[in-house]
């Protein structure tokens, strides 16, 4: 470690020709000869929940390293280059302790990490529609926006869009401000489509049809009234005084609703 490049010195003399090349291998064994110097750089704002992995620049090979983390996750670490998370909003202090066999060092850095709020992402309530509808979806929490998947929407990167998906879909709101970004997400359940029959049927004067309207389970609704034996059932009697163009409608367990003509 006391060697010098460009000489040897010999009884207090130097040779004039130096140190040849070929004895440098003798003297440099991959041990450094000098004392580490802990050196990193950091000097960042992070999102509460967010993780960042530290880099560690000192000089003279140092063989250990502590890091001391104050308000992260894990506080303490002895890996050379460590993965530390940030919970809770703060300013917090960073110190890096490297050791050789040639001594130690250490570098302290006040108020190394910033971490600000986590932004709140907010996608809304869980809601059901009948196949065919839409719903509008409305994002908060943010200063952009991006939804996914994009089928069935209109505007996938607004705070605001409509949805109108082909069948149940739990779609992810990531908004994003600053340095930080959040996540969220609403399902559209999707029901099926009620169904009710139509008819057309001829009959003479003092007649009576029964039509049988059912095609999903649930409530019935005859429109007019008149010349209907129950205007609530699916398979009435239809008696009508003259040509008549009737409506029922019906409302399955779900709430989603058909109309036909008979």
């Given at each position: 470690?006391?060697?010098?490049?460009?000489?040897?010195?010999?009884?207090?003399?130097?040779?004039?020709?130096?140190?040849?090349?070929?004895?440098?291998?003798?003297?440099?064994?991959?041990?450094?000869?000098?004392?580490?110097?802990?050196?990193?750089?950091?000097?960042?704002?992070?999102?509460?929940?967010?993780?960042?992995?530290?880099?560690?620049?000192?000089?003279?090979?140092?063989?250990?390293?502590?890091?001391?983390?104050?308000?992260?996750?894990?506080?303490?670490?002895?890996?050379?280059e460590p993965v530390v998370c940030y919970h809770t909003p703060g300013v917090y202090d960073m110190r890096l302790i490297v050791v050789n066999p040639k001594g130690a060092d250490t570098l302290f850095r006040p108020a190394a990490i910033t971490v600000v709020p986590r932004l709140g992402a907010q996608a809304g309530s869980?809601?059901?529609?009948?196949?065919?509808?839409?719903?509008?979806?409305?994002?908060?929490?943010?200063?952009?926006?991006?939804?996914?998947?994009?089928?069935?929407?209109?505007?996938?990167?607004?705070?605001?869009?409509?949805?109108?998906?082909?069948?149940?879909?739990?779609?992810?709101?990531?908004?994003?401000?600053?340095?930080?970004?959040?996540?969220?997400?609403?399902?559209?359940?999707?029901?099926?489509?009620?169904?009710?029959?139509?008819?057309?049927?001829?009959?003479?004067?003092?007649?009576?049809?029964?039509?049988?309207?059912?095609?999903?389970?649930?409530?019935?609704?005859?429109?007019?009234?008149?010349?209907?034996?129950?205007?609530?059932?699916?398979?009435?009697?239809?008696?009508?005084?003259?040509?008549?163009?009737?409506?029922?409608?019906?409302?399955?367990?779900?709430?989603?609703?058909?109309?036909?003509?008979?």
């Amino acid at each position: 470690c006391n060697y010098v490049h460009d000489a040897l010195y010999l009884n207090g003399r130097r040779s004039a020709l130096g140190l040849p090349n070929f004895i440098d291998g003798l003297f440099n064994t991959g041990a450094s000869c000098f004392p580490p110097e802990a050196q990193f750089d950091i000097d960042t704002t992070l999102c509460a929940g967010m993780c960042l992995r530290l880099t560690d620049k000192s000089l003279n090979q140092p063989s250990q390293w502590c890091w001391e983390l104050p308000g992260g996750t894990p506080s303490v670490s002895t890996d050379r280059e460590p993965v530390v998370c940030y919970h809770t909003p703060g300013v917090y202090d960073m110190r890096l302790i490297v050791v050789n066999p040639k001594g130690a060092d250490t570098l302290f850095r006040p108020a190394a990490i910033t971490v600000v709020p986590r932004l709140g992402a907010q996608a809304g309530s869980d809601v059901a529609i009948c196949k065919g509808e839409s719903v509008t979806l409305h994002g908060a929490g943010g200063e952009r926006y991006s939804w996914r998947p994009m089928s069935g929407l209109t505007s996938p990167d607004s705070a605001t869009t409509k949805a109108e998906p082909e069948s149940t879909t739990t779609y992810i709101l990531t908004v994003y401000g600053g340095s930080c970004e959040d996540y969220d997400t609403v399902t559209i359940t999707v029901f099926p489509r009620a169904e009710a029959r139509s008819g057309v049927y001829t009959i003479c004067a003092g007649d009576s049809v029964r039509h049988e309207a059912a095609g999903s389970a649930g409530t019935y609704r005859w429109l007019p009234a008149e010349g209907v034996s129950n205007p609530d059932t699916s398979a009435p009697l239809l008696f009508p005084a003259q040509t008549t163009d009737y409506q029922v409608t019906v409302t399955d367990i779900n709430g989603c609703t058909s109309t036909a003509n008979v």
